[in-house]
């Protein structure tokens, strides 16, 4: 690049912007957590593939399949190339807005009147040329919407990360939740075995005419109850299935063979490690992408001010002519001696404006600040929902402790029941109301021991883990760019690093002044 060519890019590129720069707002932010214990401590988070914690081969074959095929998924990278495309759409804003080739060849036939004494009747009429207008960017007009769309492009590399933290955490909630309802199935018809067994009982002593034909009835009403509660979990776990098909990008009853392979509710870890709240709200992609979309409108705050201020521009024109009056002959069309140049400088300065270009401004810096408060209220939002799920943690862990002392109780108070029942002590009542007890404890139990790794995948996720499984990856899979490249051509933006943020100084630099043809 010459010299002075040097000097002017340089100087055009460090030219006065009009508009406000940002400035990082003061937010909220506690110091530690609340119930901390033993089981939930602040040392610093390192599980980023946190579903492995859970030893369940079936839910990381899950996860890893869900990341490779989901359709939503997918959606947010396809957002990252069009973000990247507009990026590079706003850099060739930077550079001569209008430039164009033109030509004409015209037939002229002139009738009667004064121009017949200095022209031919009829005569042809030949031109070639280039000409281009270019709005020097002094305010900062287009550098402030190139810096907006550069923002955005990260964003939209958050919001991916987002949309993949959720994916990962509603695959391995959905997983929990149908391993739950499975052992709800379980023990339902544990339940029904018992109750079936209380029901012989009654009809045996009925028989024998220790008791009365109530008793028998009371037992009848108890197991068709309990059994009609089988086919609402079976309802609700193929519920469950066709959720987790969805989100693993499956038709529906493709899971029965992967989920079989599994048995049992996971198991949540002893111990979890949460990291101080600046680290988790320094982790998570979804404040990132709140963040950069509060500067991204600023941004755009000051490229609408620059329409304020005279607009300077260069234009020119280079024209080759041609005609065939006289002796003139239309393949002298390039002769250089043909040639017809215009050249000068432009001001442009929309002074009566109404008010247009002020309420433009003060509507962008509207949205500005309600970017900048939605980032604030994202803050405070991801420390009450760390907070919530290190409490919902806690204290399903503690229930399931009592539920599990509570079962084993009940387990033998039904025994004991069955016991006096045979031997003729009491009537069917206490039989029945301990089968009630025992069914209701041991379905809240096993609630509760889906509440514990319920909780704890919500507690992951509002820490922020889960994007990692992305690094080395790209944003789309490549079946996807190449049926984007058959179809429209992307030159470069296809490429991977071209979906990734500038890893130094001369990438950004690069990605912010130099055109993607």
């Known amino acids: 690049m010459p010299k002075n060519l040097f000097l002017f890019v340089c100087l055009l590129l460090n030219a006065c912007m009009v508009g406000p720069d940002y400035q990082e707002p003061t937010k909220p932010v506690v110091l530690h957590w609340k119930k901390t214990t033993t089981s939930v401590n602040e040392k610093p988070f390192r599980h980023p593939e946190w579903w492995k914690l859970f030893h369940d081969s079936t839910l990381t ?22 973000a990247r495309a507009e990026l590079a759409q706003s850099v060739g804003e930077l550079y001569p807005q209008q430039q164009a080739i033109s030509g004409n060849y015209t037939y002229n036939r002139i009738g009667g009147g004064s121009l017949q004494q200095l022209l031919p009747t009829t005569f042809d009429t030949a031109n070639l040329g280039f000409t281009a207008n270019w709005e020097i960017d002094f305010w900062g007009k287009y550098r402030r919407a190139i810096y907006a769309n550069n923002v955005s492009f990260l964003a939209s590399i958050a919001a991916y990360d987002n949309a993949l933290i959720t994916l990962t955490a509603e695959i391995a909630a ?13 023990v339902t018809r544990a339940n029904i075995q018992v109750q079936a067994i209380g029901l012989q009982l009654a009809e045996s002593r009925y028989h024998s005419g220790e008791t009365s034909l109530v008793d028998v009835e009371q037992a009848k009403t108890e197991l068709a109850e309990t059994e009609s509660t089988l086919p609402n979990l079976k309802s609700a776990l193929q519920k469950e299935k066709d959720a987790l098909s969805l989100l693993l990008g499956r038709v529906p009853n493709q899971l029965d063979v992967l989920i079989n392979q599994g048995h049992g509710i996971p198991k949540a870890p002893i111990s979890v490690a949460v990291g101080i709240p600046k680290e988790t709200l320094a982790r998570r992609p979804d404040i990132y992408e709140a963040r ?14 620059a329409n304020l201020f005279p607009a300077l521009s260069l234009s020119g024109t280079f024209v080759l002519t041609a005609n065939n009056i006289g002796g003139s ?38 949205a500005y600040q309600k970017a900048l408060l939605n980032y604030m209220n994202l803050v405070l939002k991801a420390q009450q929902e760390v907070q919530d799920n290190i409490t919902a943690f806690v204290e399903a862990k503690m229930a ?16 004991l029941a069955l016991i006096r029942y045979r031997e003729g002590e009491t009537d069917f009542t206490p039989v029945l109301n301990a089968e009630q007890q025992q069914l209701r404890v041991q379905s809240s139990l096993v609630n509760s021991e889906g509440d514990i790794p319920q909780a ?62």
């Open 61 to 82: 074959q899950l996860i890893h399949e869900g990341y490779a095929s989901n359709l939503s998924l997918q959606s947010m990278g396809v957002n990252v190339l069009q």
């Open 329 to 366: 002959s239309m393949s002298n069309l390039f002769n250089w001696s043909n040639r017809a140049i215009t050249l000068g400088p432009g001001l442009n300065w929309p002074i009566l404006n109404y008010g247009q270009i002020t309420n433009a401004v003060r509507t962008q810096d509207a």
């Open 174 to 186: 959905a997983y929990i939740k149908m391993r739950t309802i499975d052992a709800q199935i379980e």
């Open 400 to 415: 399931t402790q009592f539920l599990t002392k509570a079962n084993r109780s009940a387990i033998r108070g039904l025994k």
């Open 292 to 305: 950069l979309e509060a500067i991204a409108q600023l941004e755009m705050v000051g490229a609408t001010k």
């Open 456 to 517: 704890l995948v919500a507690l992951y996720r509002a820490l922020g883990g889960g994007w990692e499984i992305r690094r080395g990856h790209d944003v789309i899979p490549e079946k996807l760019k190449n049926e984007m490249a058959a179809r429209t051509n992307w030159g470069s933006l296809l490429e991977q690093q071209n979906h990734e943020a500038p890893k130094n100084a001369q990438q950004a630099i690069k990605q912010l002044y130099l055109p993607k043809w």
